[in-house]
């Protein structure tokens, strides 16, 4: 905060801060963002909402089947990167075998870079025809420990303990890969984040209502990849009494897994994201009744806990009843009415609706994720090398800059004549 008053910000308008879930951040008693909020009353925290995505999947594939499948898949990395032999034969062999592809080689699994584990697993399932002849190959090495290695995991890609749970992560989480991807962009609002994640839930609901039908179809595709490798989909077997297994009762192997792992994975997924999200959604139920699109249907109640919390930046707030009834009317004779506080801000004349203006350019301010100033961290790690550790801050500053916002165009000669005004200015 000091940094931000000797830069001449006015903190006052401060009117949002986003962190992660750490407890230095987020501590309702002894957090950062507590500490602000004393000050700054307006300054509500936010957990960025690319962290509660992340939150999400991690507890959801926390399911013993689940975890089991993510951990092999790393392991399957790792087996194939730690030797260059083996990274080509692999490479080589997609070649060979898939021809159509376009990729030639396995995604890591990373845990802090949330799109490279949606990525990771999906590039599996379509690479999965070309390992398999890749571990056949590498089973008859003359390499002691790459021929061991190659026939365990060979053993372990084959199984339908494996194979099923690979498949129902790739189509639930081909679902939420744009969700991911969105909540990293830099342009998106709070809002905006909110009404994908209802799309998304929408589509997980319907998925869980017809799940005879939807497991149906992704047992198929199992059934095929075994086929291929001359396996069988055997039903395990079912004790009276079992703690350490999942132990539905089942007449069929499909009906088995469709219990036993579709069914929690997906209900789990479901309850994660809902509530990992609802605090998103409770911070911005009173401000988004000024967008567009919601506002022909909200009342006065709905808004006034919004207008009254906001009071202190507002133009005149003893005029927004009316002006907000203003507002209805204008959007109510409109056919296309903007869904997102951005598009709402652009179709608001600030001579006409001041007060209006001023509510959806704090919802548009609202931080909705971190991701974006937590590139800069990937930045400083590759500019800040041991080759460059005696850097000064202006030029280590002025690179990170020039890396992450490598869209606008620098011109040499531009800059050094604005350093030389500057200086002739100050002396």
Same mark, same amino acid.
């Given at each position: 905060m000091?940094?931000?008053?000797?830069?001449s910000?006015?903190c006052?308008?401060?009117v949002?801060?986003?962190?992660?879930? =750490?407890?230095a951040?987020?501590?309702?008693?002894h957090?950062?963002?507590?500490?602000?909020?004393k000050d700054?009353?307006?300054?509500?925290?936010?957990?960025?909402?690319?962290h509660?995505? @992340?939150?999400?999947?991690?507890?959801?594939?926390? *399911?013993?089947?689940?975890? @089991?499948?993510?951990?092999t898949?790393?392991?399957?990395?790792?087996?194939f990167?730690?030797?260059?032999?083996?990274?080509e034969?692999?490479?080589?062999?997609?070649?060979?075998?898939?021809?159509?592809?376009?990729?030639t080689t396995?995604?890591?699994?990373c845990?802090?870079?949330w799109?490279?584990?949606?990525?990771?697993?999906?590039r599996?399932?379509?690479?999965?025809?070309?390992?398999?002849v890749?571990?056949?190959?590498?089973?008859?090495?003359?390499?002691k420990?790459? =021929?061991?290695?190659?026939?365990?995991?060979?053993?372990?890609?084959k199984?339908?303990?494996?194979?099923?749970?690979?498949?129902?992560?790739?189509?639930?989480?081909?679902?939420?890969l744009?969700l991911?991807?969105?909540l990293?962009?830099?342009?998106?609002?709070?809002?905006?984040?909110?009404?994908?994640?209802?799309?998304?839930? =929408?589509?997980?609901?319907?998925?869980?209502?017809?799940?005879?039908?939807?497991?149906?179809?992704?047992?198929?595709v199992v059934?095929?990849?075994?086929n291929?490798?001359?396996?069988?989909?055997?039903?395990?077997?079912?004790?009276n009494?079992?703690?350490?297994?999942?132990?539905?009762?089942?007449?069929?192997?499909?009906?088995?897994y @469709?219990f036993?792992?579709?069914?929690?994975?997906?209900?789990?997924?479901?309850s994660?994201?809902?509530?990992?999200?609802?605090?998103?959604?409770?911070?911005?139920?009173?401000?988004?009744q000024?967008?567009?699109?919601?506002?022909?249907?909200?009342?006065?109640e709905?808004?006034?806990?919004?207008v009254?919390f906001?009071?202190?930046? *507002?133009?005149?707030?003893? =005029?927004?009843k009316?002006?907000?009834?203003?507002?209805?009317?204008?959007?109510?004779?409109?056919?296309s009415?903007?869904?997102t506080?951005i598009?709402? *801000?652009?179709?608001?004349n600030?001579?006409?609706?001041?007060?209006?203006?001023k509510?959806?350019?704090?919802?548009?301010?609202?931080?909705?994720?971190?991701?974006?100033?937590?590139?800069?961290?990937?930045?400083l790690?590759?500019?800040?090398t041991?080759l460059?550790?005696?850097?000064?801050?202006t030029? *280590?500053?002025g690179?990170?800059?020039?890396?992450?916002?490598?869209?606008?165009?620098?011109?040499?000669?531009?800059?050094?004549?604005?350093?030389?005004d500057?200086?002739?200015?100050?002396v």
């Open positions: 000091g940094c931000l008053q000797k830069n910000i006015h006052q308008f401060l949002g801060q986003g962190y992660d879930g =750490a407890s951040m987020s501590g309702y008693l957090g950062a963002q507590e500490y602000i909020k700054f009353p307006m300054a509500l925290y936010v957990h960025c909402s690319a509660s995505l @992340n939150l999400a999947l991690a507890n959801a594939c926390s *399911l013993p089947s689940i975890r @089991n499948c993510i951990s898949i790393q392991t399957f990395g790792t087996f990167r730690s030797s260059a032999q083996r990274s034969l692999l490479r080589t062999t997609i070649i060979e075998t898939l021809s159509e592809t376009r990729h396995l995604v890591a699994l845990e802090t870079r799109v490279y584990k949606h990525e990771s697993v999906m599996f399932k379509e690479l999965y025809p070309a390992i398999i890749a571990l056949e190959k590498l089973e008859s090495s003359i390499n420990e790459t =021929a061991q290695k190659s026939c365990q995991l060979l053993s372990t890609i199984d339908a303990k494996f194979v099923i749970p690979l498949v129902i992560i790739e189509n639930i989480f081909s679902y939420i744009t991911c991807k969105q990293q962009t830099i342009n998106a609002d709070l809002v905006e984040a909110c009404n994908h994640v209802d799309d998304v839930l =929408a589509v997980l609901d319907e998925m869980r209502e017809n799940n005879k039908q939807h497991f149906s179809d992704l047992f198929s059934a095929i990849m075994l291929k490798n001359k396996e069988d989909i055997v039903l395990p077997r079912i004790a009494k079992q703690t350490h297994r999942s132990n539905v009762p089942s007449h069929s192997s499909e009906e088995y @469709n036993n792992i579709f069914l929690p994975f997906l209900d789990y997924i479901r994660q994201l809902c509530d990992r999200f609802q605090k998103h959604k409770s911070l911005i139920s009173s401000l988004q000024i967008i567009p699109s919601k506002c022909i249907i909200a009342t006065n709905e808004i006034n806990d919004c009254n906001y009071s202190q930046i *507002l133009i005149e707030p003893n =005029a927004f009316a002006e907000f009834a203003i507002w209805k009317t204008k959007w109510l004779k409109e056919g009415r903007p869904k506080a598009a709402g *801000l652009d179709n608001c600030p001579l006409l609706f001041p007060n209006i203006r509510l959806l350019q704090v919802l548009v301010t609202m931080p909705m994720s971190t991701a974006t100033p937590e590139r800069t961290f990937s930045s790690k590759r500019l800040k041991y460059r550790n005696s850097t000064g801050e030029r *280590l500053n690179l990170a800059l020039m890396s992450v916002h490598r869209d606008i165009n620098v011109d040499p000669e531009e800059k050094y004549l604005a350093v030389e500057y200086s002739v200015h100050c």
